[in-house]
């Protein structure tokens, strides 16, 4: 007997509709439910390949434990006593600091989880909390705050009546968005590339995205902020912007000096740089000029390379000038169903201030609760972080550096991995606490739910039940904070409560009761605009150019790659960054490095051979794949590949000044071919 049961999908941002066919334990099928408001149907090969994820051959099935090398099954008592008494000893000999928690990529769709691990993290008043936001998007909260005072703003295209959208180093056809969730992309896409309204697309490559465009550029990698430069240096000098707008909220003086620092962008020199045609650049000018408003959406294409922030920065100045922030017709800022910001950020909020980072990397800036990853390897190698508790995440797969990240993971007292199915970091692991994975647990969309293009919320029931001894990862983490004489869940909440117990209570603040969110399952309000520019903005102005950031713009010479060839990074239809549960039928989808044919000939490398990249940090082995898509001083690779792992590219030591991320974009390589 087969049964239908609807739920959504919780691998990216999308969170599509799903109906989920099972025969008791075992699910039998997954497909797009129609009816879903959000994806209308809609489904990828990844959500498709749910079930195939789900009876994963390297599942895990039970709590182990390390035995010198053997990793061995044990009971969950002794599992999670073994290491909390690991964590107790490290936080006696060396303190709270010397225990680390790093929240990644599946935490951050497990409501309950995420939740639990964040407790965790402020409970234990350890400093050493690291999320993937560091390795994955640090400029986006950084110009919100040095901008608006504020970190946690999330733009969000007005899809409705938006005219003129701009994706930067962002494709979604394949990544479905970066922080703006795109659910069947290519209608969406196709919507707002219908005239009158104008969709253009800046990338190193013609992308899937970039072919439903009205207008596209290719400028070389990480010269992208110049393009904007431009724009707002062109509308500020001949007063084409939305001078009410500007003349209300935002300085005066702030405009003038903004105006002097981008004279230099002019169209020859922003063609030079970018190797942009000027026509191309012009073009896009008058279109900014022709819909007045415009709504930009930038991706890792631009938030990995070395001038993520000035790129978002010109963005947001771009979006400010045009009056198109938190205006119809621009972008709204997303208020979260379950956080409901709009009501609870009041004027007079204070604005977190950098700090120091920590002891081994006192340099690098921290501006708010977290250590960017790039510091793990050193606080690990200096004995300040000596145990690790990893949450949904794959360091090994996406951290700079992997053999330096291979050899200190390992020196760990305890690394304790809370994962669905075995990877390289779990291989390391002195501890594997198996999770419930997504089909198994009932949900909410709680840290994700600010990237819906609408203000929305879902529920899902559990679906099955779990065939192997696997707990909730509130449970584990809440278990783990008893043994060490910590309580980390609500006064309402025990910890023989049930998961929908503690998402009622997460859900405490959302714009419907839990009750009613359980039982409509998909619930919906419109967006707000307004709340930014009257309880965030000091006295409801943007300010327009931060010190920091005009700081940066003067080392503009030294962000820029020098000129030859850089890798580029990009997302694949089949795989979520090292996780990889559909098959991968098209060649493309391999482990593949796409250069320009130009390029191939230029290093003697031949359509589909194996060539070794190599960086000043280190190199990988792939295979080449020759298009006329890509620009010729660029070679595209995908991320979450095990054996062409492009984190052998990257290193730990060359951060952005502001924020320490790691250039993970538009990084200088030579290649070679395979000599047999
Ligand atoms: N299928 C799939 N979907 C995913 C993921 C996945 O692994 N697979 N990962 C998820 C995650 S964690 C994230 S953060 C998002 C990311 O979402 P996106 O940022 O949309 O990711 P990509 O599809 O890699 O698109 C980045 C684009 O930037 C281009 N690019 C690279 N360097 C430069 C540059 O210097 N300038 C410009 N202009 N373009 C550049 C690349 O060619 C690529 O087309 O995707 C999410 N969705
Ligand atoms: N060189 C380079 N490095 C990169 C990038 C790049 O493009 N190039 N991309 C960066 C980006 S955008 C990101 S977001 C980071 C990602 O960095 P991570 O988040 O560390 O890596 P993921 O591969 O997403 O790891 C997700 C893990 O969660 C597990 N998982 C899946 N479902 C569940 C679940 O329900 N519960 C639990 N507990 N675990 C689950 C998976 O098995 C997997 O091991 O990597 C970054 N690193
Ligand atoms: S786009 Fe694919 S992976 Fe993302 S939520 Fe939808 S079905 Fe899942
Ligand atoms: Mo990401």
Known sequence: MTQESRSFCRFCVALCGIRVTTAGAE??????????????????????????????????RSPQVRRGSELVATTWSHALQDAAHRLNECTLASGPDSVGVYLATASSFDAAGRWAGERFARVSGSRSKYTATSIDTPCKPLVSLLMSG?????????????????????????????????????????????????????????TESSRLATGSLTPRAGTDFAIFAYLVRELLHQGTFDQQYVA???????????????????????????????????????????????????????????????????????????????????????????????TRIKPNHVAPKPQSGPKSRPEVKVWGDEYPCSVMADEIEAGNLRALIVLGGNPMSAFPNTERMRRVLQRLDALIVLDVVETETTALATHILPTKGQLERPDIPYFVDQFNL????????????????????????????????????????SIDSSDDDLLGAIAGRAAASFDEMKSRRYLKTTPVFGWVTDNVLPERRWRLVPTELTEQL????????????????????????????????????????????????????????????????????????LSDSINPDSISLPHGWRDANVSMLTTEHVVDQLTGMVAQTAIPVTIRPLSD
Not at 180 to 194: E, S
Not at 297 to 315: C, Y
Not at 602 to 617: C, F, M, P, R
């Open 27 to 60: 699910v039998v099928a997954v497909k797009g439910d129609p009816e879903h408001p959000g994806s209308r149907g809609y489904t990828c090969a990844k959500g498709r390949s749910l079930g195939r994820w789900h009876h994963h051959l390297n599942r895990i």
């Open 150 to 206: 504020f970190p946690g703003l999330v733009p969000v295209l007005d899809e409705e009546r938006c005219t003129l959208t701009v994706f930067v180093g962002c494709n979604p056809v394949v990544s479905h968005g970066h922080l703006n969730a795109f659910p069947d992309p290519v209608v969406r896409l196709r919507n707002l590339a219908t005239s009158p309204r104008e969709l253009w697309v800046v990338d190193t490559r013609r």
């Open 248 to 342: 209300k909220h935002t300085q005066r003086t702030d405009l003038q000096l903004l105006s002097e620092l981008l004279d230099e962008w002019n169209l020859a020199q922003t063609s030079a740089v970018t190797g942009c045609p000027a026509k191309d650049l012009s073009d896009l000018l008058t279109a900014v000029r022709r819909h007045r408003r415009i709504s930009v959406q930038t991706g890792t294409g631009t938030t990995m390379s070395r001038t993520a922030n000035l790129t978002e920065w010109m963005v947001w100045t771009l979006q400010i000038i045009t009056g198109s922030y938190d205006s119809p017709g621009g972008m709204w800022f997303h208020p979260g169903f379950i956080r409901q910001l709009h």
């Open 454 to 493: 609408d203000c929305s919320t879902q529920y899902s029931p559990a679906i099955v039940t779990p065939t192997w001894d696997v707990r909730s990862m509130w449970w584990i983490m809440a278990k783990l904070a008893e043994y060490l004489g910590m309580s980390i869940l609500p006064p309402s909440i």
């Open 554 to 625: 003067a080392d503009w010479r030294r962000l820029v790659p020098p000129s030859g060839l850089v890798a580029t990074s990009r997302r694949q239809h089949t795989h979520l960054n090292s996780q990889h549960p559909a098959p991968s039928p098209r060649p493309s989808e391999g482990r593949t490095a796409t250069l320009h044919p130009t390029t191939a000939l230029h290093y003697g490398v031949k359509d589909g051979q194996e060539l070794v990249i190599t960086s000043a940090y280190g190199e990988l082995r792939t295979k080449a794949l």
